[in-house]
């Protein structure tokens, strides 16, 4: 079974790796973990550097997810891309044909309690009524079955 696992080494990517594990060790997959880098709107020396930087930690945060498949036995590897998430994520699902794609809806809180959790949820719902969120958008288009888990 292949699964690709939208991985930004947040809070809730984190989640959705550990319970991707939970669910689906057993049938031994194979992780695809995705993970997108924004390019900056604008080319400016400034906006270059916290691009890189930005780059610099999604790839420590990739290889700490590697290491943990690699914990678990599980068989994984990572794909890097560069632009718009949702569109991003999209051209990777055509490209590996996974079995299934999890994502796990964003949230700006890394460790959010009740009041960022009402806050996230309120965005979330607006997200999904003008369908500007990653996971609305791959959910009409995604041409394999996604999993979304929610946010904690």
């Known amino acids: 079974m292949k699964i690709m696992i939208a991985y930004d080494g947040s809070r809730n990517a984190k989640l959705a790796l550990a319970q991707s594990i939970t669910m689906f060790g057993g049938l031994n997959p194979r992780l ?5 880098a924004e390019n900056p709107r604008d080319i400016t020396s400034a906006n ?13 945060y990739v290889q700490e997810a590697l290491e943990v498949c690699e914990k678990h036995g599980i068989q994984a590897e990572s794909l890097l891309l560069e632009g718009d998430p949702r569109k991003m994520l999209l ?8 079995d299934m794609l999890v994502i796990a ?17 309120f965005v979330d719902e607006l997200d999904y009524m003008t369908f500007g969120s990653v996971s609305s958008f791959l959910a009409r288009r995604v ?3 996604l999993l979304i888990l929610p946010s904690l």
């Open 32 to 36: 695809t973990l995705a993970s997108v």
């Open 105 to 121: 809806r964003h949230s700006e809180q890394k460790d959010g309690g009740f009041i960022a959790r009402s806050l996230t949820y």
């Open 48 to 60: 270059e550097d916290l691009f890189q930087q930005e780059l610099d930690e999604l790839k420590q």
């Open 91 to 98: 051209h990777a699902t055509e490209k590996v044909h996974p």
């Open 143 to 145: 041409e394999c079955p």
